[in-house]
Nanobody
Framework: QVQLVESGGGLVQAGGSLRLSCAAS????????MGWFRQAPGKEREFVAA????????YYADSVKGRFSISRDNAKNTMYLQMNSLKPEDTAVYYC????????????????WGQGTQVTVSS
């Protein structure tokens, strides 16, 4: 059974940094795409970033390009999201997700989800 467990959320001032982690277990993820999504109150879940587990290719939403960096540690089966220059509009619950094969920025195409971690950026 696939499990994704996020950690690292918290409260930070605007301009600060946080690093989120997503520990994956339950299967081999070598052919998977792993992604980060976020959902703010009253808004739809939106794509943030994704990474191909096998090639390391990365993809970002325009709103976070240049500020966020996604990476993975194959040995630890863990994915990370380094978030710098945080803004109040980055406040949301952040979810990690996994899907087979090819990259997508559609939440509905992801098969597995973590429970989410809250990120709050104060102005």
């Amino acid at each position: 059974q696939v499990q994704l467990v996020e950690s690292g959320g918290g409260l930070v001032q605007a301009g600060g940094s946080l690093r989120l982690s997503c520990a994956a277990s339950g299967r081999t993820f070598s052919s998977y795409t792993m992604g980060w999504f976020r959902q703010a109150p009253g808004k739809e879940r939106e794509f943030v970033a994704a990474i191909s587990w096998s090639t390391g290719s990365t993809y970002y939403a325009d709103s976070v390009k240049g500020r966020f960096s996604i990476s993975r540690d194959n040995a630890k089966n863990t994915m990370y999201l380094q978030m710098n220059s945080l803004k109040p509009e980055d406040t949301a619950v952040y979810y990690c997700a996994a899907k087979g094969k090819y990259y997508s920025d559609y939440a509905s195409s992801y098969d597995y989800w973590g429970q989410g971690t809250q990120v709050t950026v104060s102005s």
